[in-house]
């Protein structure tokens, strides 16, 4: 077959087969015109080459599994050579993910600091003692968290009428959910946040959108000003901790809005919002936001993955659903 063929068949372009060719991926016979004549075999090769770039695999490291190929195995990675050359791809795709968790802890870091400025400083953190692991860090958000499913739980809120609630707030105060005042009110409820010293529950990770609370916390921090802008008259967490577990998060992340206590989810209650249990912990909210406006729930965010974006995704629909005269 000619070179035009080849490249039909294989999915890639003429360009990309004669530099296979060049760097002695193929070799083609001549026709006596001078024209390169492929066979079934090169076609094999050209689609093992383009399937391992597909894989982050160059085409200069492909050499291994063509010549496989050309030892007449069905498969291009049946060959020991093969296996070293996707241990290797692996060990630079590990040192890479390495590089990358380093500089996003700097970011991190840096991105603390910086929300810091014009707070109230805060206590500094002791250091572990020699030999003791460090606490973790629960305003990162660790890969591989499972992403929670639409069970539909959360259909029927749009509309309710907020229940006539008195709430205590982590500094001090009480809230009436009644009495919430005009423009629109964001709560977004959570099951729990960690701090450190303190264990989250066994297996806490593998629960599909319980992972996140203070990333999520540390979002809606770092767009508060933003989402005032966009119409949130108010914004609240809520979550059935006590009032002062919740002023020590506060305190920590110098969050600029309150937490909501409510320990016996009267509001999961009263709006049939989906909960869940976790060890030690029979019934927590679910991670669930609500935007109220003039005393009912006018949009619901349910369910929420990822957690640490999620004040981008209620500050981009606030700016998408203006209210009117704005």
């Known amino acids: 077959m000619r070179i035009g063929e080849l490249a039909r068949r294989a999915g890639v372009s003429v360009k990309a087969v004669r ?29 093992e080459i383009r399937a391992l770039a597909e894989l982050g695999i160059a085409p200069s490291r492909a ?24 241990r290797d791809a692996i060990a630079e795709l590990d040192r890479a993910i390495a590089e990358l968790s380093a500089r996003r802890s700097e970011l991190a870091l840096r991105l603390d600091r910086a929300a810091g400025r014009g707070f109230a400083a805060e206590a500094p953190v002791a250091e572990p003692t020699a030999g003791e692991p460090p606490a973790p860090d629960y305003t990162v958000l660790p890969p591989g968290l499972p992403q929670p ?15 006539d609630l008195t709430l205590g707030r982590s500094d001090g105060g009480r809230l009436s959910l009644a009495g919430l005042g005009t423009g629109r009110t964001i709560i977004y409820a959570y099951p729990l946040s960690g701090r450190p010293g303190t264990d989250l529950p066994d297996g806490w990770d593998a629960i599909p959108g319980a992972r996140g609370c203070s990333t ?15 119409g949130a008259a108010r914004v609240f967490g809520l979550s059935s901790q006590d009032p002062d577990y919740q002023a020590e998060l506060c305190e ?20 049939r919002l989906p909960t869940f249990a976790a060890p030690g912990h029979p019934r927590l909210f679910a991670r669930i936001t609500l935007v109220v406006r003039d005393g009912r729930v006018e949009h619901v965010f349910y369910p929420i993955f990822p957690p ?3 004040a981008q995704q209620v500050l981009a629909w606030l700016r998408d659903h203006p209210e009117e005269g704005e």
Request: one cysteine or more; aromatic letters at 8%; a negative charge.
């Open 308 to 310: 640490n974006t999620h």
């Open 63 to 86: 050499a291994p599994f063509v010549e496989c190929l050309s030892d007449g195995h069905e498969h291009g990675d049946e060959c020991v050579s093969s296996l070293a050359a996707y």
């Open 216 to 230: 999520e916390a540390c979002d809606f921090r770092d767009h508060f000003t933003e989402l005032q802008e966009a």
């Open 149 to 163: 499913e639409d069970d539909g739980a959360a259909r029927h809120v749009p509309g309710l009428p907020l229940p």
């Open 19 to 47: 530099y296979y060719e060049e760097i002695g991926l193929l070799a083609p016979e001549r026709d006596t015109n001078g024209y390169r004549d492929f066979d079934g075999a090169d076609l094999r090769a050209v689609q």
């Open 252 to 271: 920590r992340l110098r969050l600029p809005f309150p937490m909501l206590s409510d320990p016996e989810l009267r509001l999961a209650d009263a709006l």
